[in-house]
T-cell receptor, first 114, second 112 residues
C-alpha cells in the first residue's frame, strides 16, 4: 500500500505571496491532519479534515486554510506569506477520525520564505 | 487546551545503556499517548502507543509507562543502539477530539 505523499517537496517563496501544498493520504484513510514543524517547537497542529469537513483547528492565523476533496486528498493554503512561515509542513493520514488512531506522516514540504 | 511538556530536550547515552524520556500532559481527559520517532531528514513514525486503560506496554527494547494520577508518561529504551539516534516526540489526545498535541521533542544521541 502506498504511503502518504506530499507535493511539492520544496518551495521557495517571497513575503506576501501565497502557497498551496498538497497531501495524498494512504488509500482508504479519510482523516488528514496538517502540522507545522520548526526547530525547537516540535509539531504544531494546524487542522484536521475528515470526509471533507474540517473537524478541528489549531492556533494559527486565518492566513492558513485548508480543504479536503472527495477522494480524501487535502490541500493547505497559506496566504500573504511571512518570514516566520518558513518551516517543514507535514501532513498525516489516519483511518479513523478522532485523534486516537495511528497517524502516518508524509515526507513533508519544506517551505522557505525570503 | 491540552499542553504537553517533554524532557529532556537532548539526551546522550552510551551504546548499551538505557534512555528515558518523560512527558507530562495537562488535560486529564486525554486517553491516547503515542510516541513517534523521527530520524534525520525523515518523517515521524509511530514506535509505540498506550491508552489510558493500560499502565505499561512493551515492544522488544521499547516500553511506555503511564501514570494517570500524576498525568505523566515515559518512554524507556533499553540496550540502546546507534540506530536509536533520532528525535522522539510524545503526544497526547482524547478520542473524539481530532487534535493531537505533541511535545517539543527529545534528540537522542547514542554514542558507539
Amino acid at each position: 500500500k502506498a504511503g502518504v505523499t506530499q507535493t511539492p517537496r520544496y518551495l521557495i517563496k517571497t513575503r506576501g505571496q501565497q502557497v498551496t501544498l498538497s497531501c495524498s493520504p494512504i488509500s482508504g484513510h479519510r482523516s488528514v491532519s496538517w502540522y507545522q514543524q520548526t526547530p525547537g517547537q516540535g509539531l504544531q497542529f494546524l487542522f484536521e479534515y475528515f470526509s471533507e469537513t474540517q473537524r478541528n483547528k489549531g492556533n494559527f492565523p486565518g492566513r492558513f486554510s485548508g480543504r479536503q476533496f472527495s477522494n480524501s486528498r487535502s490541500e493547505m493554503n497559506v496566504s500573504t506569506l511571512e518570514l516566520g512561515d518558513s518551516a517543514l509542513y507535514l501532513c498525516a493520514s489516519s483511518l479513523l477520525a478522532g485523534g486516537a488512531d495511528t497517524q502516518y506522516f508524509g515526507p513533508g514540504t519544506r517551505l522557505t520564505v525570503l | 487546551g491540552e499542553n504537553v511538556e517533554q524532557h529532556p530536550s537532548t539526551l546522550s547515552v552510551q551504546e548499551g545503556d538505557s534512555a528515558v524520556i518523560k512527558c507530562t500532559y495537562s488535560d486529564s481527559a486525554s486517553n491516547y499517548f503515542p510516541w513517534y520517532k523521527q530520524e534525520l531528514g525523515k518523517r515521524p513514525q509511530l514506535i509505540i502507543d498506550i491508552r489510558s486503560n493500560v499502565g505499561e506496554k512493551k515492544d522488544q527494547r521499547i516500553a511506555v509507562t503511564l501514570n494517570k494520577t500524576a498525568k505523566h508518561f515515559s518512554l524507556h529504551i533499553t540496550e540502546t543502539q546507534p540506530e536509536d539516534s533520532a528525535v522522539y516526540f510524545c503526544a497526547a489526545s482524547k478520542e473524539g477530539y481530532q487534535k493531537v498535541t505533541f511535545g517539543t521533542g527529545t534528540k537522542l544521541q547514542v554514542i558507539p
